[in-house]
């Protein structure tokens, strides 16, 4: 067989004992409150490697083994399932696949006339009955056989209606899990309410199910995989469904109003081929690190009822679809240093510093601690070996130490007793830790992103020159800047006459940025590069910015109704900032805007297309330009006109001629730049059929704004 996953080697009796119960606490714990002990690669080691001794040692199976047990074997319920719940069977990559679906078809007789690709969803499986399209009843999946009642959860849950669209009495089956967002919001609620978060989507999605008396609700969101009528219904609704296509099916379960995969990128297809089969799966893997909710792999089915009723079930799992497994979004890995930083705001916050890890098709190095209590709270120290998570959206996390892995060479961490940026008092009475002095902590940080290549862009300024001005009292905060003098440059220590005159000129010439660089130059919380350029393009000048509310602000992109009252309040606290820019005569408009309700002034350039021409305008209102409605993503190394633009530069360009720049190409992309040494993020565009252009071509598409 090819790419034969890795199993742990159970050299003797005792070492197979051993294994069977770490394999039951690792499941117990995984199925119970949704924690880890293992991660989930090193749990299907272990669990091939009792497999393997057990093949061997037929007479020493113990009955306490989780092989052949749905959930291993970890949990009961109390109540019944009418038809079991079952797990799947997984295949490790293409090879397996392939074996897999040749014995299916030996067993049938006949190729597979139609599978159904769809992703696994990573989260808890759910049994929903509905009577006469009322939904009465939840159940967890348990061991299959009988689950727990949780439809206290009735109501909390996004995509699940509590009633179908029609009155029929049939049992839904799907899959209940957090989006990205909504595990976000789980953990502000939790950390608020005793200062603790949730380990990882999946476990927040089962505590929230379990959990009856929370004093705060968490939103779950549910995604239907099946449907089956009840066992002993032969009404005719019930005779139609069983004979269905497992395509089909999902289409009814949709039109009755319940979420399935259809609307997402990873839609549920019908492949006719395992060829095709095999493409859904790598174009499902490429999108996997963008979506907004995790998935552990996908899921292959025979789509035919014949097929499936044929090929039948084995004691744990249907014998018609399989999970093609898709690498783990938990592993553990080293914490080798804590870093605590001072925020722009003077939040002071840790983050863990971890020994390489692949999750998620990304390289994981830094991961969220959330404050020093949850260090405590957790027992971390450093040195030790530690559960990391990251899948799609959410931030890398870490979510606990893996104790028995300890060598006894691990050290406490120290928690810092002043604030790590300025030396001063740290405020601790509440859960997030802040520097005593606030914003002003980060003044030197604060003035060296405003005057950062991507703002203001004034060469010259490093750290130690800014802290020779803050510590001459020249400046207190960027705008002062503008109003130094010659003198007071030239008093400073080592500074000669030509590098105060460079300094100068370059100060000077920050007064004619536009004003999406000064405003980003601000550091509002939550506006970086990109969403400074669509406030400001939104907004036009500075004015504009300054007296929409919450509710103006809300029209940007990207802004939704928990930020806008943060920029509101953050710019009324800037005001005396603003005010200062505004009288050194620093740009507060954004060149060549029109309100949006103008008409869009097309604009010819020069015959010889080169510097003569004057850019066209920016609006509010992007129709009619190059890149209108297009998400465009850069990647590799500009040439020819677009040579000596940084990536700030390119995304700025790609926003005058209308588009969106993103940093990530998923489903949603319109156009891939590629440059020479594009990598994955070319490959990912082939897979996903984006237009890819060279760096020519696209500087010939938005020429005029170059
Ligand atoms: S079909 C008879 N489809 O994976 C079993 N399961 O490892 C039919 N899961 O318990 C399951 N996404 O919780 C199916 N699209 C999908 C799924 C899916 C996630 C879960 C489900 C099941 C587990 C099996």
């Keep these: 067989m090819t790419d034969a996953p890795p199993s742990t080697l159970l050299a003797d009796q005792t070492a197979y004992a051993e294994a069977v119960q770490l394999a039951l606490d690792a499941a117990a714990a995984y199925y119970g409150d949704g924690t880890s002990t293992l991660d989930d690669d090193a749990y299907d080691r272990l669990v091939r490697g009792i497999e393997a001794y057990e093949d061997e ?37 293409a090879g397996q696949l392939a074996d897999w679906a040749a014995s299916l078809e030996r067993r049938l007789g006949r190729p597979v006339a139609a599978w159904s690709v769809e992703p696994k969803l990573d989260g808890l499986a759910i049994s929903a009955r509905y009577r006469h399209g009322r939904l009465v009843r939840l159940v967890t999946r348990g061991d299959g056989a009988a689950g727990e009642d949780v439809s206290h959860a009735i109501g909390t849950v996004v995509g699940l209606p509590s009633r179908l ?69 032969v009404s005719e609704t019930a005779e139609w469904l069983r004979g269905l296509p497992h395509s089909e099916v999902m289409a009814w379960v949709a039109g009755q109003g ?163 940026t300025c030396g001063d008092a740290i405020d601790a009475s509440q859960e997030r830790w802040r520097c005593v002095r606030g914003r002003a902590c980060r003044t030197i940080a604060s003035i060296g992103y405003a005057a950062g290549r991507d703002q203001l862009d004034i060469e ?22 503008f109003f130094l003098t010659r003198e007071q440059v030239l ?6 006459e030509t590098s105060t005159d460079n300094l100068l000129a370059a100060i000077e010439r920050a007064k004619a940025q536009p004003l999406s660089r000064v405003f980003c130059a601000l550091g509002v919380r939550g506006t970086g590069r990109s969403m400074s350029r669509r406030i400001a393009r939104h907004f036009g000048s500075m004015d504009a910015i300054r007296a929409a509310d919450a ?15 943060a920029v509101v309040a953050e710019l009324a606290e800037l005001a005396p900032l603003i005010d200062k820019l505004v009288a050194a005569g620093v740009t507060m408009t954004e060149p060549g805007w029109t309100p949006p309700a103008a008409p869009v002034v097309t604009v010819v350039t020069g015959v010889d297309g080169g510097d003569g021409g004057e850019a066209p305008a920016t ?46 190409v998923s489903a949603k992309t319109s156009l891939l730049v590629a ?19 060279g760096p020519e071509e696209f500087a010939g598409l938005v020429g005029p704004f170059l």
């Design 57 to 93: 040692h037929p007479e020493e199976v113990l009955p306490t083994s989780p092989t052949g047990k749905v959930a291993g074997g970890a949990v009961v319920g109390d109540v019944p399932h009418a038809v079991p719940m079952l797990s799947l069977d997984n295949v490790f990559g």
């Design 619 to 664: 609006s509010g209102d992007a129709s009619g330009l190059p890149l209108a409605g297009m998400s465009v993503v850069v990647t590799g190394s500009m040439s020819g006109a677009l040579e000596s633009l940084t990536r700030n530069q390119m995304n700025e360009l790609i926003e005058r001629a209308g588009g969106r720049s993103s940093s990530g």
């Design 460 to 481: 010259g300024l490093a750290e130690n020159r800014i802290l020779q001005l803050l510590n001459a009292g020249l400046i207190a905060d960027f705008a002062d800047l």
């Design 551 to 565: 509710g103006a602000i809300e029209a940007v992109e990207g802004i939704g109704p928990k930020k806008s009252p």
């Design 258 to 420: 319940v979420q399935t995969t259809a609307a997402t990128s990873v839609a549920g297809i019908v492949a006719e081929t395992l060829e095709g089969v095999r493409e859904r799966v790598e174009e499902i893997a490429a999108v996997r690190p963008e979506l907004p909710f995790g998935i552990d792999g996908i899921v292959i089915k025979c789509d035919l009822a014949g097929d499936q009723a044929q090929a039948g079930f084995s004691s744990r799992a249907p014998r018609w679809a399989v999970a093609y497994k898709l690498p783990a979004t938990e592993k553990i890995t080293k914490l080798v240093g804590v870093e605590w930083n001072t925020g722009r705001t003077g939040v002071i916050a840790p983050r863990a510093v971890l020994e390489p890890v692949e999750l998620d098709g990304s390289v994981v190095t830094y991961a969220t601690l959330h404050n020093a209590s949850d260090i405590a709270r957790r027992g971390l120290m450093l040195g030790d070996s530690v559960t990391v998570y990251k899948a799609g959206d959410v931030i890398p996390r870490v979510e606990a130490p893996v104790v028995h892995l300890r060598t006894g060479d691990e050290r406490p961490i120290e928690i810092p007793k002043v604030c790590p």
């Design 165 to 233: 669209a029609e009155p029929v009495t049939v049992e839904l089956r799907g899959e209940v899990l957090m989006t990205a967002s909504q595990f976000e919001e789980a953990c502000a609620k939790r950390r608020a309410h005793d200062g603790t978060t949730f380990a990882n989507p999946r476990s927040a999605a089962a505590g929230t199910l379990r959990a009856q008396d929370r004093p705060y609700v968490c939103e779950l969101t549910f995604f239907g995989y099946g449907a089956l009528p009840y066992p002993d219904d």
């Design 675 to 693: 440059g020479e040494k594009a990598g994955s993020k070319r490959a990912k565009a082939e897979s996903l059929g984006v237009r890819i252009v």
């Design 491 to 496: 008093g400073l220590e080592r500074m000669g």
